[in-house]
C-alpha cells in the first residue's frame, strides 16, 4: 500500500470532494434509522437468542455482597479482578450472556478478529502471563482470555449468567441498591458498578417485508453454526452452505471479516453494501512466545501509552504499533501541520494529507481486485474519519471470486420477500440472510444501553436525570446515585481512547482503587455533590468542539447520527475534547487519589446516615 501521508497526487482536489458530496447525497436519501427494537419488538427477539451455551434452569437468589457489577465483559471483568487484588472479593456479576467476555461471547461469527494489536487491546496480559498467538488475535483466544481472567480471580462462583437485571434501585432506609433480574433475583449491593458495553445492542434495520423471509436469517453477533456448519474458530469450512445462496447485508468491520469463510464455503455469496469500507492493511502474523521474555515488567502499559502518544501525536522515541492506525488514523486524528497558518490553509493541508490517505486505500482495491466493475464499487469516496476504518488481507480478494456478487445499494436493502431480496429493483433469491449491520452507536443514551431502570436518591431515575445529557464527576459517578460508577463510555464524560481497552484498564485501576481507599478508611458511603458535578460538567463543555461542519461533509455513519444535522449535545463529550486528553485525565484521577480528601464526593461515615441525610 502506498505511503499514507503522501499528498493527494489527483489534479483536481475540489473535483474529488465534489464526487465525496456526492457519494453522500446518494447515500442520504433513505430512511437509515429505522430499526427493529429486540427488546421490545417480540416479532424479532429470537434474534438475540443465546446459540452458544444452553440455558440452565435455576433457583433465585437472594443475597447481599459488597459490590454488584451489571456486566461481564471486558469493563465486568477487569474491574473485578482489580477489586479483588484490592482484597475486595465479595462480588456479584451480572450477564445476559452464558460466559465471560461480553462483545467476545456473541461475536462469534467466522473470520471474527480485532484490529488492534493483541498485545494492547487484550488487558492485563502480564499479569496472566499471556502472550498472544498473533498480532491480531481471533476472536476465541480473546474470549478464552476472559474466561482465564475470571478463573484466576475466581470470579465465576460469583457470576449470574443468562440473567437480565430489570432494575438497579438505591434502598433509602436499607443504604444498599436492590437488583432484581428476569430470573427473580434479589441482590443487595452496597456498591453498584454498571459495565454495560457500549456496541452491546445489535441493529437489526427495519426492511419492509423482513419477517416474511422464509429461509434462515441471523446476526452477525448470534452465528449460527448448528445451520451453516464449522464452529467459532473452526470456519474453514462451513459445510452446511455448500449447498446454499447466502446474502450479506453490510460490509462494516464485522461484514468484511465473514466475508473470506462465507466466500470459501457458500454456492453463492451476494454481499449488500450500502457503503464501501476503507479496508487498510493487517498485516497478521504469530508472535513469538518468548516476546515478552527480555521486557521489563510494566511492557504492556508501556505499550500502551506509546500507542496513545503516537495517536495523539504526542513526542515518543518510536512508533511500536506501526500500523493501519498509527500509520493512516494517527495522522488525521492529530493532524500535524502548521497551525499558525491562516485557518483556510489549514483546513487545505489536512485535506491533502486525507486526501492522500482514501487514495493510497482506492489504490489498493485497484491492485488487488481485478474485476474493474467491482474494484469501483469498493472504492471509498469520504473523509477518513466519517466512518471506523477496517484493515484485512483477505476481504478484497474474496471479492474477486466468481461466486461472489456485490450489490452496489447505496440505498440500502430495499425489501426482504419470502424467498429473497429486492435492491436497486432487481430481486435476489437466497437461502439465507446474514445480517452484519451492526449495533447501535456509542453515543446510545447511558440508560438504554443498561436496559433496565436505574433509580437512585428520592426516586430519581438516571434516563430521567441524564436526558438533557450527562452530568457527572470524571464520567464514572453522578450525584443522587450514591456508590454508584459507570465504566467510561466515550459519549459519557470520560476520556476517549482509539483502543477502548486503555480507558477501561485505567478506570478499572481507579474504581478499584477508590473502592480500596474507601475500604481503608471506614468509607461506607459516598454520593457526588451537585457542585462538583457541575465543575467536571463544564469543564467538559468548555473543551467541546463544535465538529459539525466536518461531519456534515461526511457520509452518513453512526459518527454523525447516520446523517443528522442536529448538533451534538456538548454535555455528552469527552476529557479534552475530541481526541481525548487521556494522559491529563489519568494524571487528574491519580492526583485525586493521592490527595485522598475523595474530593467532590459527600462522605457519609456509615450507610444509614446517607439515608438519614435525605
Ligand atoms: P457497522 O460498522 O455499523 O456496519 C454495519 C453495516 O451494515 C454497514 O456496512 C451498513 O452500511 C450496513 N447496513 C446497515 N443497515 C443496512 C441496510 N438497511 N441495508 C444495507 N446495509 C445496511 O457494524 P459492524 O461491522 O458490526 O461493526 C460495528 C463496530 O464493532 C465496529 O465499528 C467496531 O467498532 C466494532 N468491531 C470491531 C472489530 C475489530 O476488529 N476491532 C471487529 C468487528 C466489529 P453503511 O456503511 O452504509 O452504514
Redo the contacts with the bound molecule.
Keep these: 500500500m502506498a505511503e499514507p501521508n503522501r499528498s493527494f497526487s489527483g489534479s483536481d482536489p475540489d473535483a474529488l470532494e465534489e464526487k465525496y458530496r456526492l457519494e453522500r447525497d446518494r ?1 442520504r436519501r ?1 430512511d ?1 434509522t429505522s430499526i427493529h427494537d429486540l427488546r421490545s419488538d417480540d416479532r424479532f427477539g429470537r434474534y438475540r437468542k443465546d446459540p452458544f451455551t444452553p440455558f440452565t434452569e435455576r433457583d433465585p437468589v437472594s443475597k447481599d455482597c459488597e459490590v454488584a457489577i451489571v456486566g461481564a465483559g471486558m469493563g465486568g471483568t477487569v474491574v473485578a479482578a482489580r477489586l479483588s487484588e484490592q482484597g475486595i472479593e465479595d462480588l456479584c456479576l451480572l450477564d445476559e450472556a452464558g460466559g465471560f467476555g461480553g ?1 467476545w461471547y456473541w ?1 462469534r461469527y467466522p473470520g ?5 494489536e493483541s498485545t494492547i487491546y487484550m488487558p492485563m496480559l502480564e499479569e496472566m502471563r499471556k502472550t498472544p498467538s498473533t498480532r491480531y488475535a481471533f476472536g476465541e483466544e480473546i474470549r478464552e482470555h476472559f474466561e482465564a481472567i475470571a478463573d484466576r480471580y475466581a470470579l465465576r462462583p460469583a457470576s449470574l449468567f443468562h440473567t437480565r437485571v430489570e432494575r438497579t434501585e438505591w434502598n433509602e432506609g436499607g443504604a444498599r441498591w436492590e437488583i432484581t433480574t428476569d430470573r427473580g433475583d434479589r441482590i443487595r449491593a452496597r456498591f453498584v458498578i454498571m459495565a454495560v458495553g457500549m ?1 452491546n445492542l445489535m ?1 437489526l ?1 427495519a ?1 419492509p417485508g423482513m419477517e416474511r423471509f422464509e429461509g434462515h436469517a441471523f446476526h ?2 448470534r452465528w449460527d453454526y448448528d445451520y451453516t456448519g464449522g464452529g467459532p474458530g473452526d470456519w474453514d469450512e462451513l459445510p452446511g452452505l455448500h449447498d446454499k445462496r447466502v446474502a450479506l ?9 465473514c466475508v473470506p469463510p462465507l466466500a470459501a464455503s457458500a454456492e453463492q455469496l451476494y454481499v ?4 464501501p ?1 476503507a479496508i487498510g492493511v493487517r498485516d497478521n502474523r504469530p508472535i513469538p512466545k518468548d516476546f515478552a521474555t527480555d521486557l521489563a515488567p510494566g511492557w504492556q502499559a508501556a505499550r500502551m501509552d506509546n500507542f496513545a502518544k503516537t495517536m495523539l501525536a504526542l513526542p515518543t522515541d518510536e512508533d511500536l504499533i506501526d500500523d493501519g492506525w498509527t500509520r493512516y488514523y494517527a495522522p488525521l486524528l492529530t493532524p500535524r501541520v502548521d497551525y499558525s497558518r491562516p485557518l483556510e490553509e489549514i483546513m487545505r493541508q489536512i485535506a491533502a494529507i486525507d486526501h492522500g490517505v482514501m487514495d493510497a486505500h482506492r489504490d489498493r482495491v485497484d491492485a488487488i481486485v481485478s474485476d474493474r466493475g467491482k474494484a469501483e464499487i469498493l472504492k471509498p469516496y469520504y473523509r477518513y474519519l466519517c ?2 476504518p477496517c484493515f484485512h488481507d483477505e476481504y478484497l480478494p474474496a471479492m474477486d471470486r466468481d461466486n461472489v456478487t456485490l450489490v452496489d ?1 447505496p440505498d ?2 430495499e425489501e426482504i420477500t419470502p424467498d429473497g431480496l429486492v435492491a436497486n429493483g432487481t430481486k435476489y433469491t437466497v437461502d439465507c440472510i446474514v445480517y ?4 447501535e452507536s456509542e453515543s446510545t443514551p447511558f440508560q438504554r444501553r443498561a436496559g433496565h431502570p436505574i433509580v437512585g436518591r428520592k426516586g430519581i431515575d438516571m434516563e430521567a436525570k441524564w436526558r438533557d445529557g450527562v452530568r457527572s464527576l470524571h464520567g464514572l459517578m453522578t450525584s443522587g446515585f450514591p456508590n454508584f460508577f459507570t465504566m467510561p463510555n466515550p459519549y459519557q464524560q470520560a476520556v476517549v481512547t482509539v483502543t477502548h481497552t486503555h480507558v477501561t484498564v485505567e478506570c478499572a485501576d481507579h474504581i478499584a482503587k477508590t473502592l480500596g481507599a474507601m475500604h481503608a478508611k471506614g468509607v461506607q458511603a459516598f454520593d457526588v455533590t451537585p457542585e462538583a458535578e457541575e465543575a467536571w460538567t463544564a469543564e467538559i463543555v468548555s473543551k467541546a468542539l463544535d465538529r459539525s461542519s466536518f461531519t456534515e461533509g461526511c ?4 459518527f454523525n447520527g ?1 446523517g443528522s444535522t442536529e448538533p451534538a449535545n456538548p454535555r455528552n463529550g469527552s476529557y479534552g475534547g475530541s481526541a481525548g486528553d487521556l494522559f491529563g485525565y489519568r494524571a487528574l484521577l491519580a492526583d485525586w487519589r493521592e490527595r485522598g480528601d475523595f474530593a467532590g464526593l459527600e462522605i457519609l461515615p456509615r450507610a444509614e446516615d446517607l439515608a438519614a441525610s435525605d
Excluded at 436 to 439: L, Q
Excluded at 555 to 558: G, K
Design positions: 447515500r433513505v437509515r462483545t461475536n471474527v478478529m480485532c484490529d488492534i456496541l441493529k434495520p426492511i452477525t453477533a447485508i453490510g460490509t462494516g468491520s464485522s461484514g468484511i471479516q449488500f453494501q450500502r457503503t469500507s466512518k471506523r445499494c440500502g436493502v452484519a449491520t451492526g449495533f457520509t452518513p455513519s453512526r447516520e
